[in-house]
């Protein structure tokens, strides 16, 4: 089985991979140093900005030898991957008789088991 399939499921995992894929690519701008002003580096903070916002200050950002470590992009991939889990586990109670639970279910369990 498939990680896309149709089902509830697959929209959770879908909006996750495009969160975690943007947050991923500010990560390794900003680690690296990127270039803020090409296009494609500023869509890429501009569309993420708002997901890190509630993070930034808690700590500081760390810089060394000219690479930098952006702590409020780290917490908001945790945050996020937790709400995509829990989101997952509300599905799996509200869809709990139904066959696309115990699909999941099912799969879930043999990915943990064949991994």
């Known amino acids: ?6 089902t509830p499921y697959s929209i959770v995992f879908s909006a996750f991979d495009v969160l975690l894929s943007f947050l991923f690519l500010r990560f390794l701008f900003v680690f690296f140093g990127a270039n803020p002003e ?15 916002m509630p993070f ?29 889990s829990l989101t997952v586990h509300i599905l799996d109670l509200l ?17 943990r088991h064949h991994a």
């Open 95 to 111: 869809l709990a008789d139904d066959d696309i639970a115990e699909t999941h279910v099912r799969h879930h369990h043999h990915r």
């Open 56 to 84: 930034e200050n808690i700590f500081r950002t760390v810089e060394v030898d000219g690479f930098r470590l952006e702590w409020s992009t780290i917490i908001a991939t945790i945050v996020f991957a937790v709400l995509a």
């Open 1 to 6: 089985m498939h990680r896309y399939t149709a």
């Open 38 to 52: 090409q296009w494609f580096v500023e869509g890429i903070m501009n569309l993420t900005r708002p997901l890190v």
